[in-house]
T-cell receptor, first 114, second 112 residues
């Protein structure tokens, strides 16, 4: 049971480059989330999805895009990387339609923009 | 603006003592409360959830919720060096909401 799998684990980008952070879950969870965590800070929600084909913005969506074509996958796209996007990115998922279900996190992607 | 406040610490306690971690939140409609533990360089790991006023115990951990005071706490009894980590408080946005707001976390150090 892999849970939430994120790839890559580490990446260095140059300013202006683009990349996609991958996230996959095998728990048949409808809800998926992308967070970023800056040093000494809590988690900030970037985007979330309540099911295939449905996505919505979180607290800090600027500079990012997402898609959700399947229940399992929820990739995060950075189109024009900027130094302010240097962070640790976590993907999470939770079960269906119950607000009291906890979120399960992947191991994270550590991204540096130079 | 939904806010979750935690004392950033570090909180240092001797091994075997009780560690008390506190969290306040601004949204009176919040109904679900979670404590996550995060070791340095690792992802958050759920350790406790609580939804009703009062205490909830799980092994050495006790979560306490007071909705009237908008306050949730985590007690760790018989603290061990392996408990040294950052503890994140997370609160849902209100009835029916699946979005969480996280505090910045409290760093706990258990001294052998």
């Amino acid at each position: 049971n892999a849970g939430v799998t994120q790839t890559p684990k580490f990446r260095i980008l140059k300013i202006g480059q683009s990349m996609t952070l991958q996230c996959a879950q095998d728990m048949n969870h409808n809800y998926m989330y992308w967070y970023r965590q800056d040093p000494g800070m809590g988690l900030k929600l970037i985007y979330y999805s309540v099911g295939a084909g449905i996505t919505d913005k979180g607290e800090v969506p600027n500079g990012y895009n997402v898609s959700r074509s399947t229940t399992e996958d929820f990739p995060l796209r950075l189109e024009l990387a900027a130094p302010s996007q240097t962070s640790v990115y976590f993907c999470a998922s939770s079960p269906v339609r119950r607000e009291n279900q906890p979120q399960h996190f992947g191991d994270g992607t550590r991204l540096s923009i130079l | 603006q939904k806010e979750v406040e935690q004392n950033s610490g570090p909180l240092s306690v001797p091994e075997g003592a009780i560690a008390s971690l506190n969290c306040t939140y601004s949204d009176r409609g919040s109904q679900s409360f979670f404590w996550y533990r995060q070791y340095s360089g690792k992802s958050p790991e759920l350790i406790m959830s609580i939804y009703s006023n009062g205490d909830k115990e799980d092994g050495r951990f006790t979560a306490q919720l007071n909705k009237a005071s908008q306050y949730v706490s985590l007690l760790i009894r018989d603290s061990q060096p392996s408990d040294s980590a950052t503890y994140l408080c997370a609160v849902n946005h209100g009835a029916g909401s699946y979005q969480l707001t996280f505090g910045k976390g409290t760093k706990l150090s258990v001294i052998p």
